[in-house]
């Protein structure tokens, strides 16, 4: 089987980085990662980022460069995940999805305990 598209948004302000954390009850529950989701047949990258972060945040980004792509794969998931360089457009955040949310610098990172695909992309922002 041919590994899923999955689309991650770095969304960056004012040198912190917009993290989320795994609603409990799904895979990975409880930790960190970056917002994003699985690409839609026909849906372009830019356009399952903004979908997604609207479905699970409720604001509008500006989608930028791809700055990465790692492969993950594990006894339940066997994904590729693109990342995207972004900012907020406009909205206010509120959590549809997520257990909770943090607005963290670069130096904090290690603080938080990352999904396993998200750990590498880290190292270079």
């Not at 954390?21 to 960190?32: C, T, V």
């Not at 970056?34 to 980022?49: Q, R």
């Not at 409720?58 to 066997?78: R, S, W």
Request: glycine fraction near 4%; hydrophobic fraction near 35%; charge should be negative.
């Amino acid at each position: 089987m041919k590994p899923k598209d999955v689309v991650a948004a770095i969304i960056k302000k004012d040198n912190l980085y917009l993290i989320v954390q795994r609603n409990r009850n799904k895979y990975m529950g409880l930790k960190w990662e970056f917002p994003g989701g699985k690409v839609e047949p026909n849906e372009t990258f830019h356009e399952a980022l903004s979908r997604e972060i609207h479905e699970e945040l409720d604001i509008n980004i500006n989608v930028y460069e791809k700055i990465a792509e790692e492969k993950y794969k594990d006894d339940e998931i066997d994904i590729i995940l693109h990342y995207y360089l972004c900012s907020e457009k406009s909205g206010t955040t509120r959590l549809n999805e997520h257990e909770n949310i943090a607005w963290i610098e670069k130096k904090d990172f290690n603080e938080y305990d990352f999904v396993e695909g998200d750990g590498n992309v880290l190292s270079l922002l």
